[in-house]
């Protein structure tokens, strides 16, 4: 496609429930970041992937929240047992290779997480 | 650690006059510098960037942006508002040495009144 795209763009879970939120990068794209962004602020770093490799996971605030991009292409975020400070935009964007400094990131529409 | 500042939450100009979108930074070395804008349900749109050269940088849609070392900022700029320039923006930060450790702020509320 044309550009990165996610899904759900809404999702409503009630706390406890498990979500998936999935990207689809810009083909060919190696790499692939996720970021959290809570109301009035800016995105927040959470977990990048070069390939299939998941190179940095530091900034995912607890272990239930899982990422994978199993074939180096589509990637998964998946919280579990979701609570109400999940609530927030979850960003996926991606970058033509793994470093360079010509490598602007694209932005995905973002899927909005409610959690009730 | 790094960080970035973006001191207005809302900035309102009439359309015709010059805007500016202020960015402060906090990072050791020569980061590369940013400049997104976001719209309604809509992801991060990028504007420009600045990687090294020429201290004023232009970018999409008539923006451009001013890289200034001595004060740490990167303030965006455009010399005739629109009103379809309405939106929220974002300056990032990123170290020249790890490709995902891109720091946002919190960003500004543009409004441009007809």
């Known amino acids: 496609g044309a550009g990165v795209s996610q899904s759900p763009r809404y999702k409503v879970a009630k706390r406890g429930q498990d979500v998936a939120l999935r990207c689809d990068p810009i083909?060919?794209?190696?790499?692939l970041f996720w970021y959290q962004q809570a109301l009035g602020q800016g995105p927040e770093f959470l977990t990048y992937f070069q390939n299939e490799a998941q190179l940095d996971k530091s900034g995912l605030p607890s272990d239930r929240f899982f990422a994978e991009r199993p074939e180096g292409s589509v990637s998964t975020l998946k919280i579990q047992r979701t609570q109400q400070e999940d609530s927030a935009v979850y960003l996926c964007?991606?970058?033509?290779?793994?470093?360079?400094?010509?490598?602007?990131?694209?932005f995905g529409p973002g899927t909005r997480l409610t959690v009730l | 650690a790094q960080s970035v500042a973006q001191p207005e939450d809302q900035v309102n100009v009439a359309e015709g006059n010059p805007l500016t979108v202020k960015c402060t930074y906090s990072v050791s070395g020569n980061p590369y510098l940013f400049w997104y804008v976001q719209y309604p349900n809509r992801g991060l749109q990028f504007l420009l960037k600045y990687i090294t050269g020429d201290n004023l940088v232009k970018g999409s849609y008539g923006f451009e942006a001013e890289f200034n070392k001595s004060q740490t900022s990167f303030h965006l700029k455009k010399p005739s508002a629109l009103v379809s320039d309405s939106a929220l923006y974002f300056c990032a930060v990123r170290p020249r040495y790890n490709n995902n450790d891109m720091r946002f702020g919190a960003g500004t509320r543009l409004t441009v009144k007809p």
């Open positions: 083909s060919g794209h190696v790499s």
């Open positions: 964007a991606s970058s033509l290779v793994g470093g360079g400094r010509y490598n602007e990131q694209f």
